[in-house]
């Protein structure tokens, strides 16, 4: 364990963040880690508990508990307090591929499950996980490990996301011969193009890449497989094929004056924005410009947030956030106890940005767009929205959020940002292959396996579970090896 007293002798401490007046005037990335004495007093404070949930990663009340990957974070947030740095980076990577990823982006649902959250602070255990890596990276200890011999088997991932990317270095470190297909101009799916440089800067995607392609694997961009290249040609040329195209199917809102110019959605939106940053630090102009317009988000999630940062860092001039659901409680419900995930109000960094900037928090809850309306071009020039209330449907039983009859305004816009989730994965590649689908057009397979209905064929990722957190995409893409493996070789060595 750390130390026995630790959580009571330390506060917790987490990065610092450059202030958001300041951070919008770029793309970087904006915390800064602690220095490495007071990062290992934070590993202090983990007491190894004799059940502990940061590392359960199961579901419970329909929400995960603890990391999915099942992460020995006792063990290494006991090796950061001691300064053992080598061994916490080898106990990492023993559940891990990418934590590099997940220590900037997943939400950390070790922490929230952690038992110091109970009554006090949780251990600061995501950005121990950060310091791990990051000085493994620093003193050489991430290392291609190419695989001493080659079975003679032929994997292609279709998708370089993060499931695609875990799938490819399992296998190959396997010894099978492995190739990514990308239908997008460079690799890492999501990764790359739907979260934001400011969570996730791209070196750090094209380190890992790097490393990946001394190991071995084979990555080829713009090739967009059910267009470019045929189902049937992977399936001759390869052994098994493993899909990893996420759910890249974004909601749509269907309401009057939806056609009208202006009305992007958020994955689109982001795309744009990061593809002409990395082209040519945006001096192409080639994404939607926000500068000096006023932009209305439709989404309260994580991507409507991004969006929310994202417009304010191209000049908008308003931004407003809108959220179906209520506001979540400041702390938890009594029907919402720990281990589970906390259903509270977490008002993060686009949301901190636009009060310093605007002065106030951009959420406006309970509330949809009930119609666009344009200007003579066909220009969206406003949005007329109403409020939302829970009704029971009386068919079905469910409670369902309603248009509230008479609460109807109307606002001034010039971009609408679609971020309202994905439905499933798209259509055109699961027909190349054939695959069965789940009623939520997911690619269907057993309960917790990866094999689809045709011979041959493996998924993972969100085309599989549907939208959901990297860390999940990456522990769907290492079961997902593990299937793969053991249908080449009869058995399996992966963990």
Known sequence: MGKPTGFLEYERRVSEEIAPLERIKNFNEFHI?????????????????GVPFCQYGKMLNGMASGCPLNNLCPEWNDLVYTGNWEQAYNRLMKTHCFPEFTSRVCPALCEAACTCNLNGDPVSTKENERAIIERAYETGLVKAQPPKVRTGKKVAVIGSGPSGLAVAMQLNRRGHEVTVFERNDRIGGLLRYGIPNMKLEKSVIDRRVRLMEEEGVIFKTNVNVGVDVKAAKLLKDFDRVVLCCGASNPRDIKVPGREAEGIYFAVDFLKGVTKSLLD????????????????????????????????????????????????????????????????????????????????????????????????????????????????????????????????????????????????????????????????????????????????????????????????????????????????????????
């Open 33 to 49: 880690p602690l220095p490495l004495e007071k990062q290992q007093l934070q590993g202090a404070r983990c007491m190894a508990c």
């Open 280 to 495: 040519s630090d945006l001096a192409d102009q080639k994404f939607v410009a926000c500068k000096n317009k006023k932009v209305m988000v439709i989404g309260g999630g994580d991507t409507g947030n991004d969006c929310v940062g994202t417009a304010i860092r191209l000049g908008a001039s308003s931004v407003v956030q809108l959220e179906m659901m209520p506001k979540a409680p400041d702390q938890r419900a009594a029907n919402n106890p720990w281990p589970e995930w906390p259903r509270v109000c977490k008002t993060d960094y686009g949301q901190q940005e636009a009060i310093a900037v605007f002065g106030h928090d951009p959420r406006i809850y309970q509330t949809t767009v009930k119609e666009f309306i344009a200007d003579d071009k066909g220009r969206l020039k406003k949005a007329v929205l109403v409020k939302l209330q829970s009704k029971k449907d009386e068919k079905t039983g469910r409670m369902m959020m309603v248009p509230v009859e008479g609460s109807e305004w109307t606002v001034e816009v010039d971009v609408v940002l679609i971020a309202a989730g994905f439905l499933g994965s798209q259509k055109y590649v699961t027909d190349a292959f054939k695959v069965d689908l789940t009623p939520r057009t997911n690619v269907a397979t057993e309960a917790e396996k990866y094999q689809t209905s045709v011979k041959n064929v493996f998924t993972a990722g969100d085309m599989h579970r549907g939208q959901s957190l990297v860390v999940w995409a990456i522990h769907e893409g290492r079961e997902a090896a593990k299937a793969v493996d053991e249908s080449l070789m009869g058995y399996t060595n992966l963990v």
